[in-house]
Nanobody
Framework: QVQLAESGGGSVQAGGSLRLSCAASGYIYSRYCMGWFRQAPGKEREGVAT???????DYTFSVKGRFTISQDNAKNTLYLQMNSLKPEDTAMYYCAAGPAYACYSGFLGFDYWGKGTLVTISS
């Protein structure tokens, strides 16, 4: 059973930065995909970024060049560095884990989810 716990959310002004963390435990995949998702009020959840066990990353178009996903395998921690934040980035952010193919399935195929951390960007 994989357990995921996000932290690092908060409120910042537009143009600012935040770094989200996701502590993971109980890996069951020899090759895996980790991802960040977000859900804004009144909107569907959307995929933000993914990273696989080889370190290959992918991003949704709206965050490319502003967000960076990374992982520290020694600490079993996933990160999302968010720069040049915009009000439209306001959302609950979730980390997720799944088998490796989830990184190549259009943000589908994730089995485990954290409870989320709230990011609020003011203009």
């Amino acid at each position: 059973q994989v357990q995921l716990a996000e932290s690092g959310g908060g409120s910042v002004q537009a143009g600012g930065s935040l770094r989200l963390s996701c502590a993971a435990s109980g890996y069951i995949y020899s090759r895996y995909c980790m991802g960040w998702f977000r859900q804004a009020p009144g909107k569907e959840r959307e995929g933000v970024a993914t990273i696989d066990s080889d370190g290959t990353t992918d991003y949704t178009f709206s965050v490319k060049g502003r967000f960076t996903i990374s992982q520290d395998n020694a600490k079993n921690t996933l990160y999302l560095q968010m720069n040049s934040l915009k009000p439209e980035d306001t959302a609950m952010y979730y980390c997720a884990a799944g088998p490796a193919y989830a990184c190549y399935s259009g943000f589908l195929g994730f089995d485990y989810w954290g409870k989320g951390t709230l990011v609020t960007i003011s203009s």
